[in-house]
């Protein structure tokens, strides 16, 4: 081969080497894309602390500001394990930046009124210690029976009174804030929800009474985690935080009692919250 051939092939050899190079980076920076939600209920004990969890170069408190906490299905069938998330949040001072969102009356298609919240008055009054505290109570549906939102106009409206004179009666009034069993909702239903002027969370957007949208992130990423994954999903969670930051997106982190209290969940919360929100109180 002659020397301009051999020079041409080197050529040739340095720009595919540097190619691949540049590939394998776009391929290790793409960004993540969530996976869908689904799922139900498990439960364990909580581990005392997280092992082997800590934060890397990536993975410091930054400045950004403190995403808020979302606890679904406030029921006193969880009790227990709502004492238990409860204690973590407690530990990074979040009790005002935590809402909980209650079922006035949970799976009435099971257990009729048992797990009503006028048949356990001292579930009631911790959810009112826990206000006094700075923790937010709100309206997660009536029964929480399966799709129970995905519903006409009226069947929406009559759930939507009895949720909210029942929660009256016990103390809690002034509720702003209704999250959808299972994030089902039609035109109509959603139409009953914003007449009772509540805004309505849902997984990308908060819909206001007035029908406006505003962009939000609120994710849930312990669902029926092992251990073994904290680390995952922990690095997803903080990827996902820092870039919803970077484009002033606000950032909302959704956790099921009995979900989060199984295998890694409640490391997985308290390793994120010692990163975000920094030292235990």
């Given at each position: ?98 809402v909980l969102f209650v079922i006035p009356v949970f799976d009435t298609t099971h257990y009729g009124d048992e797990w009503s919240l006028r048949n356990h008055p001292d579930f009631v009054n911790y959810l009112h210690e826990l206000q006094r505290r700075g923790y937010r109570v709100e309206l997660h549906g009536y029964g929480h ?70 962009r939000i992130w609120n994710r849930e990423y312990t669902w029926y985690i092992g251990e073994d994954q904290v680390a995952g999903r922990l690095s997803v969670a903080l990827h996902d ?41």
């Amino acid at each position: 081969m002659n020397p301009l051939g051999t020079r041409h092939l080197a050529l040739m050899l340095i720009t595919l080497t540097i190619l691949a190079v540049v590939a394998g980076s776009v391929t290790r920076d793409a960004p993540y894309t969530p996976p869908r939600d689904g799922g139900f209920f498990h439960r364990t004990d909580q581990n005392e602390s997280a092992p082997g969890i800590t934060a890397g170069r990536e993975e410091r408190k930054t400045p950004n500001e403190r995403p808020l906490i979302l606890v679904h299905d406030v029921t006193p069938y969880y009790f227990d394990d709502i004492r238990q998330i409860i204690a973590v949040l407690d530990e990074y001072n979040c009790s005002n930046r935590t809402v909980l969102f209650v079922i006035p009356v949970f799976d009435t298609t099971h257990y009729g009124d048992e797990w009503s919240l006028r048949n356990h008055p001292d579930f009631v009054n911790y959810l009112h210690e826990l206000q006094r505290r700075g923790y937010r109570v709100e309206l997660h549906g009536y029964g929480h029976t399966y799709h129970e939102f995905n519903c006409s106009y009226e069947t929406a409206n009559e759930k939507l009174d009895n949720a909210t004179a029942l929660m009256s009666s016990l103390g809690f009034s002034n509720l702003t804030l209704f999250l959808p069993p299972a994030w089902a909702l039609n035109n109509e239903s959603l139409r009953a929800v914003l007449e009772h002027n509540l805004t309505v969370v849902m997984p990308n957007w908060l819909i206001l009474p007035n029908g406006i949208k505003k962009r939000i992130w609120n994710r849930e990423y312990t669902w029926y985690i092992g251990e073994d994954q904290v680390a995952g999903r922990l690095s997803v969670a903080l990827h996902d935080y820092r870039k919803a930051s970077e484009d002033g997106i606000p950032f909302y982190l959704s956790v099921h009692p009995g979900v989060v209290n199984y295998g890694g969940g409640l490391d997985f919360l308290r390793a994120f919250l010692r990163i975000i929100c920094g030292q235990k109180s």
